[in-house]
């Protein structure tokens, strides 16, 4: 899951210095996993300054669907 969780940040990370993140709001949205949205949260205000950085629990259907555990990064592009 680390990796998964790394290869995620890249990504964000990579649209980020594209400079195409609008950085007002990115969230850090998840099933039942505090550990892996903290890891996120310490690297992302590690690199990007972020006006709102916003951790949120998935929703219902989200977390029926994907299961405990479930992780993502939101964001708008430019």
Request: with cysteine.
């Amino acid at each position: 899951m680390s990796r998964a969780i790394d290869g995620m940040l890249d990504d964000f990370f990579e649209i980020y210095e594209q400079g195409k993140l609008d950085p007002e709001f990115v969230f850090i949205t998840h099933s039942i996993a505090p550990k892996y949205a903290s890891y996120i949260r310490e690297k992302v205000e590690e690199r990007v300054k972020i006006e709102h950085l916003i951790e949120s629990s998935a929703g219902s259907v989200i977390s029926t669907h994907c299961g405990a555990g479930t992780i993502g990064i939101l964001y708008l592009e430019k």
